[in-house]
């Protein structure tokens, strides 16, 4: 495991900079496979990188994209991740990708995970790029410290797992772990110097105390690391 910081004076320039890390991305595996996979995070922190990527010049229509995790909520719902992604990624140029959704209309995603998982038989295998978020408690996609799921979300051979988190609102779906270090192209996102603090805590503290930091887990599997940050 290695990091990469990249730090930006404001947020504004790192959300351009990462969307044109993401666009050079997904144009190098649409040259060399005809198509390319992109995961991207819910949370508040994306809607900036989204607006600047969903005009970068590249063939959308060759893009298949889905979430890193979702809330269990419909998609008109406020919370919704996919509601995020649907009104400032998938416009403009990006409308013409490919949006897999981790929702439908079962009570629980425990009961929707077969159907779900399913769909992303249209997602390229392992996924392109993987942009994950941090909350503060040092979750990742949906693999939240505590929960009853974590360690077979950690575990798991599936591509998906549904989680309930023990504070946080809604139950998830969520790429599992594997699913997530499988890709050969990990970016996290954060912002705020809290975060930076938290992430570079997770990074130093003593390999007993990984599992309070599922992003821990993650990236200790991750050969290289690119952390996207700006206060
Ligand atoms: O649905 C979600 O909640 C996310 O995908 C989640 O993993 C998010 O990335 C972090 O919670 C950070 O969220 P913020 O960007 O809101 O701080």
Redesign the pocket.
Known sequence: MALQWHEFSNKETLDQQLAATIADELKKAIAARGTAGLAV??????AGMFKALRNSDLDWSRVVIT?????WVQPDHADS?ERLTRENLLQDGAAAATFVSLVNTQATPHEALAEIEARLAKMPNPIDVVI?????DG????LFPAAAELEAACESTALLAAVTPPV?PHQ?ITLTLPTIVKSPKVLV???GES?KELLLNAMAANVALTEQYPIRRVLDQVPLANVFWAA
């Open positions: 995070s819910g949370g508040r922190t994306p979430l890193v995790d979702e809330r991740n994950l978020g941090m909350g503060d979750h990742t996609a949906s946080a998830r996102h954060i912002t975060k």
